[in-house]
């Protein structure tokens, strides 16, 4: 099966602006896809089909997809980002064809 | 737009649970359904899905021969049939909405997502 990886934690000041990666094998193949889970509550899509923003979440999230890595950008990073980040594709050849990557943990300092 | 799910509790070894998801603001029928889990603490894991017409299903390979998706379009409501449950399938289970419209269920985001209910495997 297709396997992707995340880095477990990623600490960032206000303000600052945050990157989440999700490598795979020529990931750039494959549309990736990006939710924010808080505490306690349900993911959210926050980047679908690598770059596009659904409606509702700030422009300050965007996405990029190139070669082995997908790429999460947070610019400009709040309190309120604080949160688990999880990459998603579809590995259509495989007998687990709905991969989500490991999860970033995402800590506003 | 709202799914909420029901049907999880606790049960043992090699029992049978049936999850229901009811759907409501949304189109039902024009899309792909889903289950994703989640243990407490840890990722997120599809399970299965199903194609806004039921033509093609898919399944984790943790789950494939166990699990059923099923869905009811005239009643707006998406089910797994849990057969043969282990102690690793507790879990939060997700219903969640796929895109995009007349997708198959290995295609798209999730971009709507229930609250979950729980389901527990022990003995």
């Known amino acids: 099966s297709y396997v992707v990886t995340q880095t477990p934690s990623v600490s960032i000041a206000p303000g600052q602006t945050a990157t989440i990666t999700c490598g795979g094998d020529?990931?750039?193949?494959?549309?990736v896809h990006w939710y924010q889970q808080k505490p306690g509550q349900a993911p959210l899509l926050v980047i679908s089909y690598d770059a596009d923003r659904p409606s509702g979440i700030p422009d300050r999230f965007s996405g990029s997809n190139f070669g082995n890595t997908a790429t999460l950008t947070i610019s400009r990073v709040e309190a309120g980002d604080e949160a688990d980040y999880y990459c998603q594709l579809w590995d259509t050849s495989s007998d687990h064809p709905g991969v989500f990557g490991t999860g970033t943990k995402v800590i506003v300092l | 737009a709202q799914l909420v799910e029901s049907g999880g509790t606790s049960a043992q070894p090699g029992k049978t649970l049936r999850l229901s998801c009811a759907a409501s603001g949304f189109k039902f029928d024009d899309y792909s359904m889903h289950w994703v889990r989640q243990v407490p603490g840890k990722g997120l894991e599809w399970v299965s899905g199903i194609s806004w017409s039921s033509r093609t299903k898919g399944y984790a390979a943790s789950v494939k021969g166990r699990f059923t998706i099923f869905r009811d379009n005239a009643k707006n409501t998406l089910f797994l049939q849990m057969d043969s449950l282990r102690p690793e399938d507790s879990a939060l289970y997700y219903c969640v909405k796929g895109t995009p419209i007349g997708g198959d269920y290995d295609s798209g985001a999730f971009d709507i997502w229930g609250q979950g209910t729980m389901v527990t495997v022990s003995s």
């Open positions: 020529n990931i750039v193949s494959k549309n």
